[in-house]
Every structure is written in structure tokens, then in C-alpha cells.
């Protein structure tokens, strides 16, 4: 199936069979012999397939801190590299959370004009607020969690 941006400035003005004919990279990603998934679009300028492991990955390695030994997980996704005043957005098209040993992952680098449609995003700017609000509660805590160590019964910090 064809992709084509809602957002896409070039959407509005190329005729969709030439859109279709237009080449772009795009990762075809088929896991464990399930037919593909082709993710890329024409404003892309980031396309990534990562597959992680998280863990206790080797024997020298403490065990991983929600109790579970191993996590294996796969996401396909990229980020928009739209003209100037174009909202950017972080794309994704196959997202697996629960990976195990044997799994297979197969990544093709392909030129098409045919891609899969998106199955989620965030704006570039609702990432941002994302990443400050976390970061936020990041300080918030760590600054709760030290006080004392810091500051006198008084809210002062004179200690010398």
C-alpha cells in the first residue's frame, strides 16, 4: 500500500500515482517469516530498525531490575526531515515488546514508492515536552531524595 503523509506538504500538490511512482529508501522488516513490513516515507531523514536486548545478557551481568532475566523487543520507526515551518514528526510502523530467544529479524534496504502506512507517531515538539516533563520528575525526585543531605530543618543550605 501506498503511504501518504496527512501532513505532507507535497501530498497537496503531486497526484498520487505519481507519488506512488516517486522512489524513496524505505527498511522492509519481516520477523520470523510473517509477511514484510516496508517502513519509510518521502519527507523522512532518520529511518531506523533496532532490535534490543536488555538484561542479564552474560553470565557477569546482575540481574535486570523488573525480576525478568532477559527483554528482547523490536521497533521500526523513523523522524521527518520536512521543510522549514513543517512540524517534524517521530514515526513508527512495527513495534514488538516481547521477543524471545530464536526470534528472527530480517531488514531489506529497499527503494520504493510503496510503503506501509504509519501505525503511530508523536509530533517532534510533543517528544520534546515529553523528554522535559520526565526529565522534570527526574530532578523533582532526585532533589526529595537528597534534601536532607543538603539542607538544615530550616529549607536553609548554610551548612559550612
Known amino acids: 500500500m501506498t503511504y501518504l503523509s496527512?501532513?505532507?506538504?507535497?501530498?497537496?500538490?503531486?497526484?498520487?500515482?505519481?507519488?506512488?511512482?516517486?522512489?524513496?529508501?524505505?527498511?522492509?522488516?519481516?520477523?520470523?517469516?510473517?509477511?514484510?513490513?516496508?517502513?519509510?516515507?518521502?519527507?523522512?531523514?532518520v529511518l531506523t530498525a533496532i532490535l534490543t536486548g536488555t538484561g542479564r545478557l552474560g553470565p557477569e551481568s546482575v540481574p535486570h531490575r523488573n525480576g525478568k532475566p532477559q527483554d528482547f523487543f523490536f521497533r521500526l520507526g523513523g523522524l521527518t526531515a520536512r521543510a522549514a515551518g513543517q512540524a517534524d514528526e517521530h514515526l513508527e510502523w512495527l513495534q514488538i515488546d516481547e521477543m524471545k530467544l530464536g526470534d528472527t529479524v530480517t531488514i531489506e534496504i529497499v527503494e520504493t514508492g510503496a510503503v506501509h502506512s504509519v501505525t503511530g507517531g508523536i509530533s517532534q515538539a510533543d517528544q520534546h515536552a515529553h523528554d522535559e516533563r520526565k526529565y522534570f520528575e527526574h530532578c523533582k525526585k532526585t532533589y526529595f531524595e537528597m534534601r536532607s543531605k543538603f539542607e538544615d530543618e530550616d529549607g536553609s543550605s548554610d551548612r559550612t
Not at 18 to 38: D, I, T, W
Open 6 to 45: 496527512r501532513r505532507s506538504p507535497t501530498s497537496a500538490f503531486i497526484p498520487l500515482e505519481l507519488l506512488a511512482q516517486v522512489k524513496m529508501y524505505a527498511f522492509k522488516v519481516s520477523v520470523n517469516g510473517e509477511p514484510p513490513v516496508v517502513g519509510g516515507a518521502s519527507d523522512l531523514g
